[in-house]
Structure formats: structure tokens, C-alpha cells
């Protein structure tokens, strides 16, 4: 049975782009909607230029999370997914939203957990003098970057690395990584994805 995927971003998406591209051919999942937390998140129309349908729930328009997470639901809902992938998606979700969502969402995040949890996680590494840094992909619970782990990509340190050129590195690993282990999820196989 096809499985369907709801991605939901808050920037440019180019995770999100590599998901969506993945799923095609004998893939077994097919991507339902993007959802971002903010209109002028540049993947929204990343995703209209593949045709896949978008939607917004502007975080800043509900007085607390309860209600922003209401009108999640609202939204989701019409797609009826049955995995939600996070890539880059920047809001901390709460323990009742992911409640319901339990072993259906995915997260994307740019270090070697359980190390560097939260944000500025590549000048951590190099403040720390990390020889290998990269990026996991776990199930979502309650906790912040926790979760299970279904992959992880490593990649070197480079000795004149900054943060940016870090990233950059991260972030192509990202990009093999997510695609690879939402195929294996998606076919009901939670055996971890070690790249490279
Ligand atoms: C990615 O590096 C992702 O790992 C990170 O945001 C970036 C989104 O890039 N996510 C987090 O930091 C979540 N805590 P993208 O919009 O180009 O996919």
C-alpha cells in the first residue's frame, strides 16, 4: 500500500525537494502535501513548482500551541497522511501533537545526535574540535532531537571549516540521508541508515 507524506518546512526546503523527488517509481510512498509555519518560506514554492499541493498555518496568528496545533490538524487532515516528515520544520511540537502522530513522524536534524541537540549545532562541533560531524533522521517524541535514530551520515571536519562551510557539507549529506531512510520507513523498516 502506497504510503502518503506530509512534509512540513519553515525555510527554504531543500530537504523537502529531495523527499518529494525521491518518491516516484517504485518508491513506496508518494508525497500528499508541504505544509509550512510560515507564508514566506521559500519551499512553498519549491513545492508548487512540483505540483504537489502546499498549505500554511502561520504560527504567529494563534495565541498559544495548543490552538497552532489544532490548526495543524485542520490542515493535515484533507491529505490524510500517514507519515509526516520535518525538514526544517522550526517549531517545538508539543508532546500531544506528537502523541497522536506516534511512530508516523520523522525529523531531520543537522548533527550527530545525541550529540548537539537544539540549534547552532556546526559551531558546536567546531567549538568542541569534532573530527566528524553530520546529521541524524529519528522518529519524533516528546522530547527535543531525541527519539529514535533510523539514520545518521557523518561527514570530516575540515581544519579551516567555518560554521557555514560546515553546514554546507551537513546539508548535502542531509540530502542523501533523508531520502534514504524515509524509503526504508516507509516500507515498515526501521534498521538504522548508516552513510556514507
Ligand atoms: C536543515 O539543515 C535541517 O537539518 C535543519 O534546518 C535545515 C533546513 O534546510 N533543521 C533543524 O535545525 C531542526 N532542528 P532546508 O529548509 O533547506 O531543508
Known sequence: MTRRVAILISGGGSNMVRLVESMAGDHPARPVLVLSNRPGAGGLARAEALGVPTAVVDHTRFPDRESFEAALDAALAPARPDILCLAGFMRVLSEGFVGRWAGRILNIHPSLLPKYR???????????????????????????????????????????????????????AEHRLYPAVLRRFAAGDTTPVRLP
Request: glycine share 10%; proline share 7%; charged share 20%.
Open 118 to 172: 537544539g540549534l547552532d549545532t556546526h559551531a558546536r562541533a567546531l567549538a568542541a574540535g569534532d573530527e566528524a560531524h553530520g546529521c541524524t533522521v529519528h522518529e519524533v517524541t516528546a522530547a527535543l532531537d531525541d527519539g529514535p535514530i533510523l539514520g545518521q551520515a557523518r561527514v570530516p571536519v575540515e581544519p579551516d571549516d567555518t560554521p557555514g562551510t560546515l553546514a554546507t557539507r551537513v546539508l548535502a
